[in-house]
């Protein structure tokens, strides 16, 4: 096609135009125009290599290839080889050439001009060269040290590689010499690992062998969707439909919902009670799996409603403190008392326990956050997780599984003969998110203050405003992904340096005064990523599969190896002389000499097992060399063994899968030992209802709601888009002009959805722009009158409402006017303290709606 003047600004005039309507501040001009098919023809037929990398637009971590022309990535789609997503990616893996070639990522570093810091204030960034930025960086960081306070540099982290984050946040606090340094987990799903760990001693997230289960239960969770292995269930989902029974429990009708044999709209926060109905159930009808569980010593079913068991008579397996259980706990949580609970009617709950008894152990209780990242959630997340302690699926064919044992992976060499006296003294002190604290026992593992409290940490500064002085984070948006999310904006504020690590400006980035454009890791960055599913453990690449269009560096890797050369440059060579000296080419024995090679070089180290292995190791084909395992991307172990606990194997303190937790009593008698107090004090103070006995068995939790039914009449609840990449696909157009595929939604619009009855009390209808109010604050969207929430619950998805992201995530980006609103800005900063997670699930905060 020969171009004229005409035909070449007709042509350019399209791809412009998707581009122009990308940054266009979305006035009426439709961005759709992005979506039209060009007419014309390429002239010759497109050629391009399929590259594999990985893609962390979720936490399942697919092995994706990218198809590359000219350096230019244009489709993806699973990696053949995986034997977790079987060749295929989700809606949002099609989202990363967008969420890539996004025209409002940021081009070149940016240094603020602006001192004043706060929403809407305009932080006057100009261009500087990475040469100025990060001198910037290190002279303020040197200062820290100069004065003997390097702790008073403060990492956080939110999404990262599991491998190179090794190179950031593992060795930069140490080296450096900070303790203060936080991983975002706990505003993930962490108090979810409580229900696995306090009754079978496994903190971790579960797989599931969907392949051979015939019922499938899915709590608080949205498979389909979200969660943690969306395209292994798309896939196996069907084939469960039609053999067996699918059962949804969620206040919202979810896409499971909307395709399951059963729907239980369950009144939010109230799992634990539908649990202990279910449960109640399964033991009064004999349900209960006896290969596991045991039986009683004369074979008779002693569960009778309202009928205490005697301990002696019940012959348990693999299992321990059943009859406690029932004694403590579920002996009157009959059928009628779970329908007043939970609002699920009596006849249901005991359908869907026969349903789920008749199918054990071929039985799989998929929990989600919707149970546990709640105030009082570990106890929900025992409740909903103990079921398949009695229905027997831990462990068997067409249960529910532990992690797989993955391909062999190295380790980075050791840091620790860089870590000199300043270093060590630093890295001391008490942290900033409070863990261990009397009221915030974060007992990760079972271990009182081990775990993280992320969104604590913006009370810890604002609390301390001087122990923070040097501020870094990457691949975080807290000032919109954390509840209670003004409080960041505060504390950033007083933050007198921010170095924000990212490719895109988002809220947070607004208050940085030094902005590093980062990679976008799933295609321009290198790394080994690590993850399981379907029975699969794997290890899959990350290279630098297209061609970067920006001066863009990776954050764990390149960024690091700069940085360090900086820092050595002004006295301070330990993080250089670690990342210079330890670090060789498996290949060739070469250290690295610049950021890039640097980077490659620890992707390679980490996987030199795999592809260097001497004897075939177990799993698939072998890999031959380096570039064979750059062409093919990943390598899966062998498959999951079963019954790994039985036999007295579990990690609990009897070893065996406990409904009486010896596990969660030995971590809660420890954390009050050192309070000098009970567990019923540290309970009281840290917001559980329970005393006693009952608090080591899986119990309901009555809800903790903050503000009154009378002032704030709705249960708010908060799930996940289908097509959110985390908090970081909303600027892209697909996602608005998609946005409709979420239940209940509508494109480009932000929607809280209201049951009709309600909407007719209120005299409010669909369209109507409305204000949602919490005592934490309010926010505005459009209301959509929809059957899939019960009467007293509303529901909206999380993603919209982003004043900062860019010209299509936000209304008016100069402006800082969001599309819609953050749930975050009403959802209130409160915790499942027993585990440091952030609640966000379960209706915990209440709202009032009006009419704006
Ligand atoms: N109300 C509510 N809040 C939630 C949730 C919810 O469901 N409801 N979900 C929670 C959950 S589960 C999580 S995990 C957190 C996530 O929350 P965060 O950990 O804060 O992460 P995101 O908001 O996903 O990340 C956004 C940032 O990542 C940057 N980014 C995007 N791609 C890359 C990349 O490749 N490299 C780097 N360096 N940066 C990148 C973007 O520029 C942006 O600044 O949010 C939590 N917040
Ligand atoms: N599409 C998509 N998938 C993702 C992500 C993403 O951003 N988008 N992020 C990934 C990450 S980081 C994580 S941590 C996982 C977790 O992801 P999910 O499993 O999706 O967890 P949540 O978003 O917390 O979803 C909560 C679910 O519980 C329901 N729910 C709310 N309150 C209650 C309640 O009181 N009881 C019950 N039974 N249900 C309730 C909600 O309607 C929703 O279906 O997803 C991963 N997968
Ligand atoms: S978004 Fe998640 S499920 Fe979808 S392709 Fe990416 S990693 Fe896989
Ligand atoms: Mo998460």
Request: proline share 6%; glycine share 10%.
């Amino acid at each position: 096609m020969r171009l004229t003047r005409r035909t070449f600004i007709m042509a350019s005039g399209i791809s412009a135009g998707a581009l122009m309507t990308g940054c266009a501040g979305m006035a009426q001009a439709p961005l759709h125009s992005a979506l039209i098919p060009r007419k014309a023809k390429p002239s010759s037929p497109a050629t391009g290599d399929w590259v594999a990398s990985t893609c962390q637009g979720c936490t399942q971590w697919c092995a994706v290839q990218i198809y590359v022309q000219n350096g230019r990535a244009t489709r993806v789609r699973g990696n053949p080889l995986s034997k977790t997503n079987h060749g295929y990616c989700c809606p949002r893996g099609h989202l990363i050439p967008q969420q890539m070639y996004d025209p409002d990522r940021i081009k070149v570093p940016m240094k603020r001009t602006n001192p004043a810091k706060g929403r809407g204030i305009d932080p006057k960034f100009v261009p500087i060269t990475w040469d100025e930025a990060l001198n910037i960086v290190a002279d303020k960081m040197m200062e820290l040290r100069k004065a003997g306070e390097p702790e008073k540099l403060v990492y956080m982290r939110g999404r990262y590689s599991p491998t190179s984050t090794d190179l950031l946040y593992g060795t930069l606090p140490k080296i450096f010499g900070t303790g203060q340094y936080f991983s975002h987990s706990a505003i993930c799903a962490e108090a979810e690992k409580m229900g696995p760990g306090l009754t079978q001693g496994f903190f971790g997230y579960r797989d599931y062998d969907l392949s051979k289960a015939d019922c499938l239960v899915c709590w608080g969770t949205d498979p389909l969707a979200s969660n943690r292995m969306v395209p292994n269930v798309m896939n196996q989902f069907p084939a469960i439909v039609k053999r067996g029974t699918v059962i949804a429990v969620d206040p919202r009708l979810s896409n499971v919902a909307a395709k399951a044999h059963e729907w239980l709209p369950i009144s939010p926060g109230t799992d634990g009670a539908l649990a202990g109905a279910i449960a109640h159930v399964l033991l009064t009808e004999g349900l209960w799996n006896k290969e596991f569980v045991g039986d009683f010593k004369d074979g008779k079913n002693q569960f009778v409603a309202g009928k205490a068991v005697d301990e002696a008579a019940f012959a348990e397996k693999e299992t321990f403190g059943l009859v406690k259980w029932w004694n403590l706990e579920l002996k009157d949580q009959t059928p009628a008392w779970g329908e007043k609970e939970s609002l699920i009617p009596a006849a249901q709950i005991v359908r869907v326990a026969r349903a789920m008894g008749k199918a054990a152990p071929k039985t799989v209780v998929y929990m989600g956050p919707g149970v546990a990242m709640t105030p009082r959630g570990t106890y929900a997340a025992m409740a909903v997780y103990a079921l398949n302690g009695l229905l027997g699926s831990i462990d068997v064919e067409g249960g529910v599984w532990q992690s797989p044992s993955g391909p062999p992976l190295a380790a980075f060499p050791k840091a620790d003969a860089y870590v000199d006296d300043i270093a060590k003294k630093g890295s001391t002190g008490k942290k900033l998110d409070g863990r261990g604290a009397k009221d915030m026992p974060a007992m990760m593992n079972a271990r009182p203050g081990s775990g993280v409290v992320t969104n604590n940490v913006a009370n810890g500064m604002l609390k301390d405003p001087g122990a923070c002085k040097v501020f870094i984070s990457s691949w975080s948006n807290f000032a919109f992904s954390c509840t209670g999310a003004d409080r960041w904006e505060k504390a950033l504020a007083k933050v007198p340096f921010f170095v924000h690590m990212v490719p895109n400006a988002s809220e947070m980035t607004m208050f940085a005064d030094i902005v590093l454009p980062s990679t976008f890791n799933s295609a321009e960055g290198w790394s080994i990523v690590t993850n399981m599913g379907n029975g699969y453990a794997y290890a899959s690449i990350q290279q630098g599969a297209v061609k970067r269009l920006w001066d863009v560096k990776q954050e764990e890797t390149e960024v690091m190896w700069l940085l360090a050369e900086k820092l050595k440059a002004k006295g301070f060579a330990n993080l250089f002389d670690y990342y210079s000296k330890e670090f060789k080419d498996p290949e060739t024995g070469k250290a690295p000499t610049t950021a890039l090679e640097f980077s490659e070089i620890a992707a390679k180290m980490t996987s030199a097992p795999i592809w260097k292995a001497k004897e075939p190791l177990k799993g698939d084909a072998p890999i031959n060399g380096w570039a064979d395992f750059r062409k093919k991307g990943m390598f899966s172990g062998p498959k999951y063994t079963l019954k790994k606990g039985w036999g007295g194997k579990f990690a609990t303190v009897t070893k065996r899968f406990e409904f009486y937790s010896e596990t969660l009593k030995k971590g809660l008698l420890e954390h009050a030992k050192k309070y000098e107090t009970t567990p019923d004090d540290i309970l009281a103070v840290s917001g559980y209802v329970a005393r006693g006995e009952v608090a080591f068995v899986p119990h309901y939790e009555t809800v903790k709601r903050h503000g009154s039914v009378g002032d704030y009449p709705f249960a708010f609840i908060d799930y996940k888009s289908r097509l959110n990449r985390e908090g970081r696909s909303q600027n892209t157009p697909w996602y608005q002009e998609f946005k409709k595929v979420d239940p209940g939604d509508v494109s480009w619009t932000d929607v809280v959805k209201m049951n009709p009855v309600d909407g007719a009390k209120l005299g409010l209808k669909s369209g109507d722009t409305v204000k949602i109010t919490s005592v934490s604050g309010t926010i505005s969207c459009e209301l959509k009158l929809w059957e899939g929430v019960r009467p007293g619950t509303v529901a909206k998805c999380y993603g919209q409402g982003h004043w900062a992201y860019g010209r299509v995530a936000a209304k008016d980006f100069a402006k800082a006017i969001p599309r819609g609103g953050n749930n975050n800005e009403i959802l209130v900063d409160d915790y499942d303290r027993l585990s440091g997670a952030t609640a966000r699930n379960g209706g915990f905060t209440g709202v009032r709606i009006q009419k704006a």
